[in-house]
């Protein structure tokens, strides 16, 4: 039997048994919870899986000081995917007071499937190429969807507007150009290296964008992208897509910045079927920007600085306990990228 005092995940505030209780409650009374699971350990926010003698529930807690806006543009963002007939949760209710549970919490309704993560390598290549086309799909829908703006996405009267833009570190912006914001985003990671065991790199980093940054300095639409859509975000039941999640990262830019975020989780290392079978299907959506293949270096290296990113705010939980040989990967890979060899 579930205990009430019972402390769940690695919260500095306790996410107890008792106050998922009272979440549940505060959404319907007549809700039993009998059962609770890690379906996965995030990195920034935790994630439960509750069982009701009625239906099941997800449960993100957020861990950080932003109050509404996350949950909400969380809630949002799945509105916007669902009406663009992209599998996504329905969120159900988000709080920031505090006065049902100690943290900022959604609720959600869960959704069936497993982790494409964990069914990718039991597929065979035709049920992989199918999913990769789906997604192709979805992913082009989502980036159909442009705004006046680059930024964040925040949530207006339950609708998408673009915000002050976090992706920099703080609240900067909207931006009138992408280059403008990009610029924002890698100044950002420069300030966040200051310091750390990545400090070296800076003056490489800085001459790398002065010199590149002008790849990007043409009329690049703003665009709805999602950011983060590696396998363990996507869900599969019955040999189709059914669920994309973590919207959290999602932000207004140039689709090509998430389509290299999309590519190093999906594409490197697989069989070159899977990214054309994607291409062909986003296509039908997007026409790719003149000159794509030739900010491939361009973007990488900028996502390759979110890879560093990760590895110095959550170190050994986002490099799976090996924190040594995933800086030095990090580090390779940069440096390799902008021209400076191994380091």
């Not at 969120?91 to 943290?103: E, K």
Request: net charge negative; charged share 20%; hydrophobic share 40%.
């Amino acid at each position: 039997m579930i205990g009430s005092g019972t402390i769940l995940g690695h919260m500095e505030s306790t996410t107890t048994i008792s106050s998922i209780r009272a979440i549940l409650q505060a959404f319907d009374h007549s809700l039993t919870l009998v059962d609770v699971t890690r379906p996965e350990q995030g990195i920034v926010n935790n994630v439960f899986s509750l069982g009701t003698l009625r239906t099941d529930f997800v449960l993100k807690t957020f861990d950080d000081d932003s109050g509404l806006w996350k949950p909400q543009k969380e809630a949002a963002m799945y509105s916007r995917m669902r009406a663009l007939d992209i599998p996504a949760p329905v969120v159900l209710a988000v709080d920031a007071s505090r006065t049902v549970a100690p943290f900022t919490y959604s609720l959600s309704a869960r959704v069936e499937g497993r982790a494409w993560s964990d069914v990718h390598a039991s597929l065979d290549a035709d049920q992989n190429t199918h999913h990769y086309e789906q997604l192709g799909l979805y992913l082009g829908r989502l980036h159909a969807n442009t705004f006046a703006q680059f930024g964040d996405v925040h949530c207006r009267n339950g609708d998408l507007v673009v915000g002050s833009a976090y992706e920099p570190g703080e609240a900067r912006g909207p931006f009138t150009t992408w280059r403008l914001m990009h610029r924002e985003i890698v100044n950002s990671r420069l300030r966040l290296i200051h310091g750390t065991a990545f400090e070296d790199l800076a003056p490489w980093i800085e001459d790398y964008f002065a010199r590149t940054d002008g790849l990007i300095d043409f009329e690049v639409a703003p665009r709805l992208l999602h950011m983060d859509l590696h396998r363990g975000n996507i869900l599969i039941e019955n040999d189709r897509i059914n669920g994309i999640l973590d919207v959290e990262e999602s932000i207004v830019g140039h689709n090509e910045y998430d389509l290299m975020r999309t590519e190093l989780a999906n594409f490197r290392g697989q069989p070159p079927g899977y990214e054309r079978a994607f291409m062909d299907a986003y296509t039908q959506h997007i026409a790719l920007d003149e000159g794509y293949l030739a900010r491939k270096n361009f973007y990488d290296a900028s996502r390759t600085l979110a890879w560093i990113r990760s590895l110095v705010l959550h170190g050994e939980r986002y490099s799976k306990g090996q924190p040594a040989q995933s800086s030095h990967a990090a580090r390779a890979h940069l440096m390799a990228l902008m021209g400076g060899g191994q380091s």
